[in-house]
């Protein structure tokens, strides 16, 4: 199968709130050629830096009409603890995503997931990964990449 299965099963498999880890097991068994090429996309996305990463994530949502708020600090700071790196709003599309950005091998802090948890108690977005993650969510909300 191409591509194109491998994300529609993918995403219906989240949709289903399967475990992350057993959809990547079973896509990686179902579609080896696409596992291949994402792994070779991630090993050059692993030589980034989060800071990068962020950068990359602003400019794909600027380029589709969301103001940044940024709550990245480099130092320590008397903020809510967990709380994610952008909020992302789109008044015209009446969108507004909370974004935690993580290098491919980023992991989420216990702050951050208690962040995450509270966020999502009350139906709001929180996407958590890369600028590649956000463009996902871009395009499962109908918001068109160029």
């Not at 475990?19 to 792994?39: L, M, N, S």
């Not at 708020?69 to 969108?95: M, V």
């Amino acid at each position: 199968m191409n591509q194109l299965g491998y994300e529609a099963t993918v995403r219906a498999m989240r949709e289903r709130q399967i475990p992350e880890e057993k959809i990547q097991k079973f896509a990686r068994e179902q579609w080896p050629e696409v596992a291949a090429e994402q792994d070779a996309a991630a090993v050059k996305v692993e030589a980034r830096r989060e800071k990068d990463v962020e950068h990359a994530g602003d400019k794909l949502m600027l380029a589709h009409g969301f103001r940044v708020i940024s709550f990245s600090q480099p130092r320590a700071t008397k903020q809510t603890a967990g709380i994610s790196d952008r909020l992302y709003i789109n008044a015209k599309r009446r969108l507004a995503v909370f974004w935690e950005a993580k290098t491919s091998t980023g992991k989420q802090s216990p702050h951050q997931r208690d962040f995450q948890a509270l966020v999502e108690s009350v139906d709001w977005t929180y996407v958590v990964g890369t600028d590649a993650v956000l463009g996902a969510y871009l395009n499962e909300q109908g918001v068109l990449i160029k």
